[in-house]
Nanobody, 124 residues
Framework: QVQLVESGGGLAQPGGSLRLSCVASGFTFSSYGMSWARRAPGKGLEWVSGIRSDGSDTYYADSVKGRFTISRDNAKNTLYLQMKSLKPEDTALYYC?????????????????WGQGIQVTVSS
């Protein structure tokens, strides 16, 4: 069955860095777009970043542009999110999600599987 397992979250200080990983199994990882989304306490889902199946196209939310970098290693079935210059407002539960298409968009209906989520807390 499809599994998406996130890791790498935790506590970081403002201005610090973290790298999230999402290991995928149960499907042909290289054939699908992938995204990271997050949900902060009391807020709705925010699409953070996405990457096309072959890595040729990406998107970023305005709130993270220039600070976060998405990447993927199709040989390792792993999606990454490098987060730098972290801010307290980046505190959220982060999810990786599998698209039903080659592309990755910010349309929730285009995603069929989600990881369990990993907590990122940015605080001094």
């Amino acid at each position: 069955q499809v599994q998406l397992v996130e890791s790498g979250g935790g506590l970081a200080q403002p201005g610090g860095s973290l790298r999230l990983s999402c290991v995928a199994s149960g499907f042909t990882f290289s054939s699908y777009g992938m995204s990271w989304a997050r949900r902060a306490p009391g807020k709705g889902l925010e699409w953070v970043s996405g990457i096309r199946s072959d890595g040729s196209d990406t998107y970023y939310a305005d709130s993270v542009k220039g600070r976060f970098t998405i990447s993927r290693d199709n040989a390792k079935n792993t999606l990454y999110l490098q987060m730098k210059s972290l801010k307290p407002e980046d505190t959220a539960l982060y999810y990786c999600a599998k698209s039903i298409f080659l592309r990755a968009t910010q349309q929730e209906y285009e995603y069929d599987y989600w990881g369990q989520g990993i907590q990122v807390t940015v605080s001094s």
